[in-house]
């Protein structure tokens, strides 16, 4: 993948697992990302903030075992209140349409957003790529930039949400625009070769879906290689939402032929079917975010096809330290 050498094409997932007190992560993290590395895999990390000094030592924790180290930087745009927000503002968006989806995490009830001058956008990519620079000082490899699941980079491209009708809106390369001009500045700022792009093109999660996913996946795929990032990662079509896996005919084979670096794919996958898309060449790494949080061992599981152990849907987003975070058994303790 670029510069690193992975030593299999099994990925952690980013995952939001709500584990941070002050929104500062935690001592058990070093326990839960340790527990999930192994030499040379690579990991994802859950979208953070910009807490360099308490990210260090997790950091450290994965390096010391081998592991390659992502860490996703994030924005919600809409997907908040004025309760986050400094000097409690509204939130900022591409549009001033609000989101009125309730949904099962802290950020139940939403503030109807600011729409994002054009003269405030590049404040907005100042915002990237110094939170990238701060990735890279708490040690980590390289940075996800997320552009999926109804954040501000996917308000931007999907047209269900972006009214704009100057340069950042109308067209499809235009609300794309936005997107490429982080990638640019993010790849200026710590090197293409530590930078990674998330996409869920097919998706319509919190309020945001577009009228022709395939050109747009597609036009991302195209236009990303122009930054020679080190990979692409895309969400499957079938995951229309975050939780629901549904029968549909669209592809990504066309996003993965398009992209010149490593393809990632996400969204629904298990042992069979994963293998499945390596042997058919529709991608070069599976990212797995349910299974691998039940599973610190997930790798050597599938190595040896072992059995796996279930995941349990209603301690996702408690705020244990413990419980449905580090207490998931290893092979060698399950029996």
């Keep these: 993948m670029g510069n690193f050498q992975l030593s299999h094409r099994v990925v952690l997932a980013p995952l939001t697992r709500q584990r941070s007190y002050g929104n500062v992560p935690q001592p058990h993290a070093i326990l839960y990302y340790s527990q999930r590395t192994t030499k040379g895999g690579l990991l994802i990390a859950e979208a953070t903030g910009e807490k360099v000094e308490a990210w260090k030592p997790i950091v450290n924790a994965v390096h010391s075992k081998g592991g390659i180290f992502f860490c996703q930087i994030w924005h919600v745009g809409r997907v908040s209140n004025t ?88 067209s499809l390369e235009n609300h794309c625009k936005f997107a490429l001009e982080l990638v640019e500045a993010v790849v200026n700022e710590i090197g293409a070769d530590r930078v990674g792009f998330r996409l869920s093109p097919f998706a319509d999660y919190l309020e945001s879906g577009d009228s022709n996913p ?75 975010g349910r299974l691998f949080l039940a599973n610190p061992d997930f790798p050597k599981r599938f190595e040896l096809d072992a059995p796996l152990n279930k995941y349990i849907r209603e301690t996702f987003y408690i705020s244990d330290p413990v419980v449905g975070y580090t207490d998931y058994p290893l092979l060698e303790t399950a029996a």
């Design 214 to 288: 395939s050109a747009l996946g597609l036009y991302m795929a195209e236009s990303l290689n122009k930054y020679g990032i080190s990979y692409c990662h895309m969400v499957e079509p079938r995951m229309k939402t975050v939780a629901e896996k549904v029968e549909c005919p669209e592809s990504l084979v066309p996003m993965r032929k398009a992209f010149k670096g490593t393809f990632l794919v996400a969204g629904g996958y298990d042992r069979g079917d994963g293998n499945k898309a390596l042997l058919e060449d529709r991608t070069d790494l599976v990212v797995y």
């Design 83 to 170: 309760g986050f927000q400094p000097n409690g503002q509204d939130p900022i968006s591409c549009t001033d349409k609000p989101l009125t989806l309730q949904i099962g995490l802290d950020v139940a009830e939403f503030t109807p957003p600011r729409r994002l001058t054009t003269d405030k956008i590049p404040h907005i990519v100042n915002d990237y790529w110094l939170a990238a620079r701060n990735a890279i000082e708490a040690g980590f490899d390289g940075v996800e930039i997320p552009g999926a699941h109804g954040n501000l980079i996917d308000q931007f491209m999907k047209d269900q949400v972006n009214d704009r009708t100057n340069q950042y809106g109308g």
